[in-house]
């Protein structure tokens, strides 16, 4: 069958999950067609190996630019390219990444009579509480202040086939707000190769000159409620202690520019290293040469429904982790015995717990392993890419199914 995937992002930045999503697909024996933002320089469309990649139109005024691709609920231009799609691929069925865009994903399913699965990527209305004041465009501010997310994640939970969470918390929550729980599905942020995530990689030559030494690693968006500000303020307690100690952050985000001022004014320079946005598929090179995997996040609504991918890419490159003890993330640290969890928003914690595993090789080495182990049993990709697969098959009609589908993890 045919699947349209609409894409709330910039097709293929920043899209771990959805890429992930696309080949459970692909290797399923579905096609998929992908809606997405548009960037210069990238083709309006593109096709290869089953996967057809469709971007919105792209405009050279940054205010046109921002207008028609703004990802803000029934924004009319989506709306209109959603429907054009759909009546052009024929789908099975619609998959939609996150809030902003669901609502104009299901006008046209209702309207074509498909089925609309909802990926909750990001509890959206719980997630703009987080956004500080420096981050806000007009359109967050306006959906913030009239606390319109939250009616309109309502809408989207009545009105979707299915609800993809990711994690129990967040699937605990869905059902407080009368989700039936078979439409609410758990689909994880576990990796999707972790083979690739333990093999030896050679270094990178942006860090070539930190091999051998102490490595902590931050890979993810640049966001406020991502807490990089509490691990830049532990580096300067590091560096006191271990002065070749340094903070490498691979990723990209509208806080940059404020971590970059924190960073020039503690004076880390070289310590702390914004590299910006590595493709997925190059950072498990970083991993291997790091020793410690950080997760700073605050503790807010958001963070404490919500589990990164990084969690669990750390885990599988054997790093151990040094993770804010807030809901999510404590289960999985405690259950799985991967790392340490230092009080949320505590810099001097975090920093002692950082300290802690620069020094002590054999703990390193024995939460590395256990971290391996897990994504090799209980949060293997497998078990999330089968949960998926099933959930769209089961929905889809008969004659859009594959004879062969992924095997049972």
């Not at 990689?201 to 102490?214: E, Y």
């Not at 993770?323 to 640290?333: E, K, L, N, Q, T």
């Amino acid at each position: 069958m045919i699947v349209l995937y609409v894409y709330d992002g910039h097709w293929p930045l920043n899209a771990t999950r959805v890429g992930k999503h696309v080949d459970a697909l692909l290797r399923a024996g579905h096609r998929v067609r992908l809606l997405s933002r548009s960037m210069a320089g990238m083709p309006r469309r593109e096709e290869k190996d089953g996967l057809y990649v469709a971007r919105m139109p792209y405009f050279s005024s940054p205010a046109l630019q921002r207008l028609v691709n703004y990802p803000l609920f029934l924004n009319p231009a989506w709306l209109w390219h959603i429907w054009k799609h759909a009546r052009e691929a024929k789908p099975a069925c619609i998959v939609v990444r996150d809030l902003p865009l669901a609502p104009a994903a299901l006008a046209v399913g209702r309207i074509l009579r498909l089925p609309v699965h909802y990926d909750m990527a990001e509890v959206y209305p719980l997630g703009m509480l987080s956004i500080l004041p420096h981050e806000m465009t007009l359109a967050i501010r306006i959906v913030r202040f009239t606390r319109a997310a939250y009616a309109v994640e309502r809408l989207v939970l009545r009105g979707a086939a299915t609800t993809f969470v990711v994690s129990e918390e967040s699937q605990a929550r869905c059902r407080e707000l009368g989700v039936p729980p078979d439409k609410v599905v758990l689909v994880g942020n576990t990796p999707a190769d972790a083979d690739a995530l333990r093999a030896s990689w050679p270094i990178p030559k942006d860090i070539q000159d930190l091999a051998g030494r102490p490595v902590a690693v931050f890979v993810g968006n640049l966001f406020a409620d991502r807490g990089l500000d509490y691990a830049i303020e532990a580096m300067a307690v590091v560096v006191r202690e271990l002065p070749s100690a340094t903070l490498v952050v691979i990723g990209e985000g509208r806080d940059r520019p404020r971590l970059e001022a924190q960073v020039a004014r503690l004076g880390l320079g070289e310590r702390v290293r914004l590299l910006g946005w590595r493709h997925h598929s190059a950072q498990p090179a970083y991993l291997h040469h790091a020793q410690i995997g950080v997760l700073p996040y605050p503790s807010t609504p958001h963070t404490c429904t919500t589990l990164p991918n990084k969690l669990f890419d750390y885990m599988a490159a054997g790093i151990p982790v040094v993770a804010s003890d807030i809901p999510p993330m404590r289960r999985v640290v405690t259950e799985t015995d991967v790392g340490l969890l230092p009080p949320p928003g505590d810099h001097v914690a975090f920093a002692e717990a950082m300290l802690k595993l620069f020094r002590d090789g054999a703990l390193r080495t024995k939460l590395g392993r256990n971290g391996q182990a897990a994504i090799a049993g209980r949060y293997s990709w497998k078990r999330d890419e089968r949960r998926f697969i099933d959930r769209i098959e089961r929905l889809a009609p008969e004659s859009g199914r594959p004879a062969v589908s992924v095997a049972a993890g």
